[in-house]
């Protein structure tokens, strides 16, 4: 059977270091977080498309400096081109950075190969696309299972982890239905269920809303406030500012580079726990 993989970009040629002069540097503070702490460390994270050796390269990222701590929930906003898909493709071992270290738990990805770098992904990453992604001939709970068929766990053992990630978006009513008989809300669910089967290191979401209506929309960002306060770490891409106020950072791509950071303080809001 064939995964719901994300499409893969084009691997961009490497190029000489002397090419490499990003216009600005990041306004960013790094995190001063314990190294233990850090799900995500960009250390001048670049990333140059170079199409032919005559075309002006594009500096999709400029030399990015940050840190994420293990729980957070973060936001990445910014205007069109301002290289938020890139940022994604990278956190999401998607692709590499042409230059600078990108440490995923404390282990350096800039410099695995394809094969690893898909393991990493497969392992330790969940993702929540706009579109779902589900596969209509297959069941909730086989669904669920999809990530865990390539990492060789025995059939009982799988059916029991999808159960338990059912669980965890209160799914365990459905798990013998198909897509078809469930709401969108319930679809994206599933989705979510599937990110967290294999306990990921973090939840990576792209417009994770944009496909629904503003109530859907709504619960399924509930249940994120819900898995945040569990200790889900949770990246998202967003254009909406009111859904990047309900994270607790904020970074504000430009250019390639991050232009400003907003934390937001939630200890006034009361928690949103309504379900589809
Ligand atoms: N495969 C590619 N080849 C060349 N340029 C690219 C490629 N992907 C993105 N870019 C360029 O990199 C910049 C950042 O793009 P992107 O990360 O898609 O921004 P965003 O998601 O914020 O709209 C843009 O100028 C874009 O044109
Ligand atoms: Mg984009």
Redo the contacts with the bound molecule.
């Keep these: 059977m064939t995964p719901p993989t994300p499409p893969h970009?084009?691997t961009?040629q490497p190029l000489p270091s002397s090419s490499l002069s990003p216009s600005a540097t990041t306004a960013a503070p790094v995190s001063t977080s314990t190294k233990d702490d850090v799900v995500v460390l960009f250390e001048n994270v670049q990333?140059i498309?170079q199409?032919s050796a005559q075309a002006p390269p594009?500096i999709?990222l400029g030399g990015i400096d940050m840190a994420i701590t293990r729980g957070e929930y973060f936001a990445i906003m910014?205007?069109?081109?301002?290289?938020?898909?890139?940022?994604?493709n990278i956190l999401g071992c998607l692709d590499r950075p042409s230059h600078g270290r990108f440490l995923l738990d404390g282990q350096d990805i800039s410099q695995i190969d394809d094969r690893e770098l898909s393991q990493v992904r497969g392992k330790r990453l969940g993702f929540v696309f706009q579109a779902f992604n589900l596969i209509p001939q297959l069941t909730v709970s086989e669904n669920i299972q999809v990530p865990l068929f390539y990492q060789a766990i025995p059939a009982k053992q799988r059916r029991q982890m999808a159960e338990q990630s059912a669980e965890r978006v209160g799914l365990q009513e459905r798990l013998h239905h198909r897509p078809s008989e469930l709401s969108g809300g319930q679809q994206q669910r599933v989705a979510v269920a599937r990110a967290l089967v294999s306990e990921p290191s973090f939840l990576l979401a792209d417009e994770p809303t944009g496909n629904l209506d503003s109530s859907t929309g709504e619960a399924i960002l509930g249940l994120f406030d819900e898995l945040h306060a569990l200790g889900l770490t949770i990246i998202m891409?967003t254009h909406d500012p009111s859904i990047a106020t309900r994270c607790q950072r904020t970074i504000w791509?430009r250019d390639?580079l991050i232009e400003r950071e907003v934390i937001t303080d939630h200890s006034e809001q009361p928690a949103t726990t309504e379900h589809a």
């Design positions: 970009p084009p961009p990333k498309y199409k594009v999709a910014g205007p069109s081109g301002s290289g938020k898909s890139t940022m994604l891409v791509l390639g």
